[in-house]
């Protein structure tokens, strides 16, 4: 059976080049490995998939300890959606705002978040994609797009044991295609409303022992109607696998991403509207040895280096106070007439990970994994952090997780995690997960965790000010008074999966209560000691002190009604309680900054000859995002795409009609940004 299955897999890969010496020993270590961890032709083919996310091990959905979402390929390609961002739309309990700023997306699990949302991690082929500065994801550049993306793993829940203090709530794991799994080129044009153009093309090639994966692309919208959230983004990739032996493989990408971002302004003086450059470099290496079925260890070396460039200058001291050059020292003791310097977010980071993992197995009922890793977060900016010379954090993590079946009706799911920096004591991260089979495809899930979530270099040294030409300061913006300390969640979770209909139908269901304690928040000082108060009268402050209680319950349905109609149906429920410092900005809204309703549909239908057509639907419920928006009404939304699919010789071309938003409009976000219909026409042609 398991020999059927290995067959099935290296057929549907389709990978020509192989040695045959190379083919022949992959079968039998996957015959051996499926043998002894009990897969089935089922598991491979079925629809309960296999994820990595949840624990670093190779589990059935079924088998995780915290709820997790598969965005697979169809429903990627059923929504028709044209940025990454937005297929988080279709994971229970999530929020997603386009643009708080400069088109950057803010992308949050249960809320209680800013245009920052910076407490999941994010890895993009076992890289990660999480900034060193403010801890968040620069979606626009990752180096992929949409048509890269094989799979979305979305840990709905705690993988701070898995990943450490960067994954908090949560844990998004995105995977691109192999290059055996579409060999040749692939091209991809897209163009609608708001001048919204993405071009890119990937090529892939499989060799004898070396397959590689090269991909380029080009992205550019006006954004929202007055807002200055103009952008241009140019992103090259490179991935690749060379196999140095029958059992050893390295694997590698680096890529490239750049261009201009309107800088949205706030309408101040001080926040111009205007544009800025940025740039983003990494490179990840891994190197893996299979020792032997179910057991193996790799190590893995990433770097990342991201640089914004973002000043400029608002003017002259005496015009800004209205006086004379002469009369500045009157009004400003000590102070002479110069050009007056604005920067939000001017800085270079640099971020170097090094990781170390190896996967242990012992017969069919225990399996674990153990690691270590390092991390060197660096950053400076005068404009951000306050300085031109280097800050910088080193963390260290080692952590296990074991998979243990008591019998076969339960398994036990036990990790944990210690991290420690240079910035504050070292925690444990603990989690503990029994999974229940009540009968074939059907299964209860109960877990607990605790996690902590260590501050990231700007809120520890954050120190946004007004300016004068020679660095001084005239009058501070934001700023961490203290050293903070970590953040701390404590998790309870309930859960089921089912399945029906030979797997045609699936629910899951998990309820939840979440009680985060020493919440870094956004409290305002009107009484902060300046040299002159002009613009905010006194300074934000970044400190510990909030608490906020979630308490809800979430369910996620996919169903296959035939072989043409699929439907997804996302929907998730909050009730908040929140605890905030006296002025602090997220109980200054009169919404929660956690929305009581998300809910998603989605629906596709093929109707034969090529053509095939979608609908979704979205509903946000009134919310907060924190500082930087405020108050945002509820919205629903509307989707549409309708698709045709040509076969021209070996070539595949499908031409796509997509609708956002086929209603009324809405507010993203801000209020600044009204959501308007938008239409845009999407051409993909694969050929070999």
Known sequence: MVQ?????????????KYKSVFLLTWLTVFSELAVSAGITEEDILGDIPLVMAATRLPQSVTDTPVAITVIDRKMIDASGFIEIPDLLRLVPGFQVGLSWRDHHAAVTYHGQSDGLSRRMQVLIDGRVAVGSLFGIVDWDRLGIVIDDIARIE?????????????????????????PFANPGWQMSATGGSKGTGLVSAQYSEVGDSFD?????????????????????????RFQGRYQLAPNINLDFQFGHSEGPWGRGGSGLSVDTKGSKEATEKY????????????????????????????????????????????????????????TIIGSIFDYTSHQLDVEFQQLLQWGASHRAVWGGGYRKDRVKGIGTVGKTSWNSMETYRVYGSLEYHLNDKILLNVGSIFEDNDMGAGKFSPRVGINITLMDDHVLRFSVAQSWRQPFLAEQFHDISIRLNDGSILEKVQTAPITLEHEKLR????????YWEKKRFSIEVKAFREEFQNEIEYVYDPFFPEVVSI???GAILDINGGATEITGIE????????????????????????????????????????PRHTASLLMSHDFGHGWEASVGYYYLDEMAWILWSGDIESYDRVDMRVARTFNIGRSILKLELIGQNLGGDYHEFSQNNLFETRTFVRATLQFH
């Open 212 to 236: 590689y994966r090269a991909s380029i692309s080009y992205f550019h919208t006006d954004g929202f109607d007055g807002v200055n959230d103009e952008t241009i983004t140019r992103s090259g």
């Open 283 to 338: 490179g990840n290496f891994r190197l893996t040895t299979a020792i032997s079925p179910g057991n193996e260890w790799y190590v893995q070396f990433g770097i990342l280096k991201a640089e914004e460039d973002d000043k400029y200058e608002i003017g002259l001291l005496s015009g800004l106070l209205g006086v004379t050059p002469a009369q500045v020292s009157t009004v400003v003791p000590g102070q002479q007439d110069q």
């Open 154 to 178: 979305v840990v709905r829940g705690p993988a701070g044991v898995a990943y450490g203090s960067n994954a908090f709530v949560g844990a998004i794991n995105i995977v691109t295609y192999e």
């Open 4 to 16: 059927r299955i290995s067959l099935l897999i290296v057929n549907a890969f389709n990978p020509p």
């Open 491 to 498: 998790t309870y979770e309930i859960g089921y999966i089912g």
């Open 535 to 537: 613009f905010n009268l």
């Open 555 to 594: 369910t996620g349905i996919k169903w296959q009604l035939n072989n043409q109609t699929h439907l997804w149906l996302s929907y998730a429920f909050s009730e908040v309680d929140q605890h905030c410092q006296a002025l602090g900005f997220r109980c200054a809204h009169e919404n929660d900054a956690t």
